[in-house]
């Protein structure tokens, strides 16, 4: 009796054990063998259980395994995106001005209207070095023109004008060598064009002021056949004040001659073989940025004549848009005095400074809808200053220009 009260005793802890519930000793053996079979079956039904268990944390583990291969895949995947991009606008605008160069300028380029696209496309190399090339493609629709051309449409096809190769290397060295558009000067105002060449530039301060060397040949015309070098400095200089130096020497003597641009036989250099450009911008007040360019060259003009080898630009902000803020806007009030031997080569806006000009523009843009930019603008300038005008025909004539252009600006 003693060996069956034990024996219940032991049964009794097990099933308090696997089922938590407490149970009256067994009177008899028969009651004995019935929890046995009864713990036996709860046994198997435990161990399927955990089969299953073990069965279903494989399933996991082996979907978590998929999961993380996925994320691999995709990351690799957008990785491999990345390395191309892809970006630029399409531009519809239209100019009034009719009274540009009196009748010298190519008619489509006067009154008309432009539709424009700059492709632009980034190719990843790797952490230091990127590839890139750019595409423009203009049509003009001319109207009104000065010598009474009308619907004129000249065509442009696209193809990708401009590839150059850009290393930002890990010691700060950054270098950009082939074909592309150079700027010298915040508001190209020395040189804004297209170039086949190199510059570098390194790091001298820790708020990011950097001095470089460049060497450009000239790219814009197939017979501009002259060539360029000199140092360069820009960027920050305390917290508020950016400064953009430069100074450019030609191959050519200061009074030589190269291939004139538009058609044969050679002209005397109209920039001399030196230039420099001396440029800065700071924010005067909130939300109000003040440019300022200063450039020189050593034009020598004949016995009796102006050398007139200077040009003095601009330009005052009030707010800047972004394209990808609705509502974002821009004001700007701009001043220029280029004078006929004061630059290069440069333009910063499609003609809207033409050389031998000084005059005032005063324009605005705003973001009506997301990457939809408007600009429009006015300038009144007097153009031609320097010209000879006896009363022949042939001479080109001092005239008052007044430029209007309004356009939009859809970027992606």
Known sequence: MMNRKKTGAILLGLTMGLTGTVCAAPADETDVTARIAALEAQQQQLAEQLKALKQENNKLKNAKTVANKNKNDIQALKAEQDRVKIYGFVRASWDKDNARNQGDAWADEKDNSRYYLNLLGDLKINDEWTGHFQSETNQRFAHQTGNGTEGKLKREHGQIQRIWLTGNLKNGLEINAGRKWSPLGMQFSLLGCTTSGIDVSYPITKQGLRAGAFYYAMAEYDNADFSM?????????????????????????????????????????????????LSAATNVAKNLRLTADYVQTNYQADPGEQDNNRAYLARLDYKWTNPSVVGSFGAYLRYHDIQAHGNIWADDAWGSLLKDSKGWTVGFKYVPWKNVEWETFYQIADC????KADGEWWEKKSFKRNLIRTQLDYHF
């Open 384 to 387: 031609g200053m320097s010209q």
């Open 229 to 277: 070098w000199g140092p360069t400095i820009r960027g920050p200089i305390g917290h508020n004040f950016d400064i953009n130096l430069a100074y450019a020497k030609l191959n050519v003597g200061r009074t030589g001659e190269i291939n004139k641009f538009y058609e044969d036989g050679k002209q005397k250099t109209p920039f001399g073989n030196q230039g420099f450009v």
